[in-house]
């Protein structure tokens, strides 16, 4: 089981950027795949990025494509959503998950959830 705690939320002007953080508990980081939905007041929760577990290879909904660059680092168990150009519709509450399904856009592959991290985009 891992433990996820999403960090680095706030209020933005748009065009600025932001940089969240989601720190894992535990031994085992390396073998999850990570992932970074979102959810706005009364919208579903949908697929933002997606990482495997090396870090070699992701993947980003059509949305932020350009704008938002996934990472990760294995030795500190956190992965990292770098959040540029940011716009009055990427405001959301930002979630973390962990899975094992590689290159998943699908919320229903991770098995574990952080709590959520406010993102506010001012236009």
């Known amino acids: 089981q891992v433990q996820l705690v999403e960090s680095g939320g706030g209020l933005v002007q748009a065009g600025g950027s932001l940089r969240l953080s989601c720190a894992a508990s535990?031994?085992?980081?390396?073998?999850?795949?990570m992932g970074w939905f979102r959810q706005a007041p009364g919208k579903e929760r949908e697929f933002v990025a997606t990482i495997i577990r090396s870090g070699k290879s992701t993947d980003y909904a059509d949305s932020v494509k350009g704008r938002f660059t996934i990472s990760r680092d294995n030795a500190k168990n956190t992965v990292y959503l770098q959040m540029n150009s940011l716009k009055p519709e990427d405001t959301a509450v930002y979630y973390c998950a962990a899975g094992w399904v590689p290159t998943t856009t699908r919320r229903n592959d991770y098995n574990y959830w952080g709590q959520g991290t406010q993102v506010t985009v001012s236009s």
């Open positions: 535990g031994r085992t980081f390396s073998s999850y795949v």
